[in-house]
């Protein structure tokens, strides 16, 4: 796997992926996604590769790491509507060989890892596959376009469940990191490819009272 380019000249990406895959790509700022240095996982995790077309598979990763402990961390997301219901595991930034390198999930949906809390004020953002090139990974939002406004989000943390229910649907263009933005109410964004891979589909929802 090619070694991934360091910070400074990819003016930081979250997820910069394989769009022939199904990835997602985003245009972001270092400020939003801060570089970590040991973060803990129970999911292996694809790290990023900088060419078109490559993704990483299990074997090309480091030992999977010791899950974390914290129960206010999401573990599983289920929207019973559309037969969505997935494992979630941190994403963000690690550092491998010294240098940043980019996260996706395997097999698994991703909780970026600087967005709110399940529950909390703030904008608790979620991004999955919407298509995958390894057969033994897990496209976990392909049927994410097929949510309605009313649909229930149901986002598991410890014992708890936190139900949003999905208020809008959009179609953005790949820079427009607005939508991961916090918010001043407990607000969910869930983030997948179009099926032609062009553009961002977001689903968005607010916590049920």
Aim: glycine letters at 8%.
């Amino acid at each position: 796997m090619h070694r991934a380019r360091s910070l400074a000249s990819t003016f930081a990406f979250w997820g910069l992926v394989a769009a022939a895959a199904g990835f997602l790509a985003w245009d972001v700022s270092a400020a939003l996604f801060p570089a970590v240095e040991h973060r803990t996982g129970g999911i292996p995790l694809t790290v990023a590769a900088v060419d078109p077309g490559e993704e990483a598979g299990p074997e090309d990763l480091p030992a999977v790491r010791p899950r974390f402990t914290d129960g206010r961390l999401p573990t599983r997301l289920v929207i019973p509507s559309v037969g969505i219901d997935t494992q979630v595991e941190e994403v963000g930034i690690v550092r491998l060989g010294g240098e940043p390198q980019w996260e996706t999930s395997w097999r698994a949906a991703g909780h970026l890892i600087t967005s709110a809390l399940p529950g909390q004020p703030g904008n608790v953002v979620f991004a999955g596959h919407v298509s995958v090139a390894d057969p033994r990974n897990v496209a976990v939002f392909a049927e994410l376009d097929r949510v309605q406004p009313g649909d229930v989000v149901e986002v598991h943390a410890g014992a708890a469940v936190y139900r949003y229910r999905v208020t809008e649907m959009l179609v953005v263009k790949p820079n427009e990191i607005w939508v991961l933005r916090s918010q001043p109410t407990p607000t969910i964004t869930l983030i997948t490819c179009t099926k032609d891979l062009r553009a961002r589909l977001v689903v968005r929802g607010e916590l049920e009272s």
